[in-house]
């Protein structure tokens, strides 16, 4: 079901994301709370690990948010909304049962939820649904009388895609020749995709808006050409992700004689450890062995579009109103359709 019966206002904010480690003993248990039952193979875990012990066992996404939550308060401050913001995660500290727990006793009752992922599928929605929906059973309050309504995918928001195009147009500049784009976003199972989206309306929804997201970012700047590829790929070899990769993109476009790249990590908001890690040191390190000229866009973190996209999106449902079957939108974990981005089942990593 949508929305609840009486609507009425919003009196607080859940920022709602992935969650990271603060330090290198955080590691292994928060990779163990992102992997579990997910058929992620030790060999690949041990390779994580060790992306985030070259930070130091520190990864940037819990700064990125709180410094987008500063960024937001202020916003909603200048268009005069008083609505405190939370921030939890699914992953790690702080994570959303408490949240939840504190929100609830702070007097909170009807809260909307901003998910930092802007897509379907469902580690970028129906996982988000799971987390509010977990955060309420795993602190009692299922039947409180509390509202935690998600707020819709925002891939084809105008103002994410003038965002990123801006971001796009400033890195383009940094070249004297035209390079060529590469966005890029998470890879995830073939068959994850193929049940993203509701089922009646033929999956695919995850690349479908990453595709489109890039389409209308090229379009903006005036691009005659670009490409769509995957990075970050986890689980067994055997099974099939999205491709192709970036690193094997990379090596492509070199032999049809490509010089210059510009990577623009569209799948993602913040400069998070898979940005950092997967773009900034094997993509980058990749394309100066092929010889080739190598920019990464920066992500939209605190760009002030962005920032005000997202406090658009607040206010269409901040006093009630807004679209609740928009896709993706959903109270207390309920999701927006039926049958939508169904879990494929997943091969054990253990033998
Ligand atoms: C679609 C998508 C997004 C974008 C949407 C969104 O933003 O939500 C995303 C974001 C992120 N993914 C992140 C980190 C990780 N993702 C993993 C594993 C996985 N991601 C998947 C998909 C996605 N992931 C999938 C299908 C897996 C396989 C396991 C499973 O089926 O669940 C693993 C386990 C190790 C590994 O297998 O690589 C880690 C550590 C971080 C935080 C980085 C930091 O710490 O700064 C962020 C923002
Ligand atoms: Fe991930």
Known sequence: MHGSEDGGAFDALLFLSFGGPEKPADVRPFLENVTRGRGVPRERLDEVVEHYLHFGGVSPINRLNLDMIEALRAELGRR??????Y?????????????????YDDGHRRVLVFPTSAWGGYSGCRQYHEDIAGALSATGLDDAGLVLRKLPQFSAEPKFIEASANALRTALGSFGTAPRVVFTAHSIPAAADRNAGPAAEGGHLYSLQVKAAAAAVAH??????YDVVWQSRSG???????EPDICDHLRELRESGVTDVAVMPIGFVSDHLEVIWDLDSEARELAAELGMGYVRVPTVGTDPVFLSMIVDLIERYADGGGDVTAMGCGDNGALCRPDCCVPARRPSSRP
């Not at 921030?87 to 929100?103: C, K, S």
């Not at 067994?236 to 999205?242: E, K, N, Y």
């Open 80 to 85: 005069g909304r008083d609505l405190p913001i």
């Open 87 to 103: 921030f939890g995660n699914r992953n790690w500290h702080p994570l959303v049962a408490d949240t939840t727990r504190r929100m």
């Open 220 to 225: 903006s700047v005036g691009l005659q050409e």
């Open 236 to 242: 067994p070899p055997q099974v099939p992700w999205l």
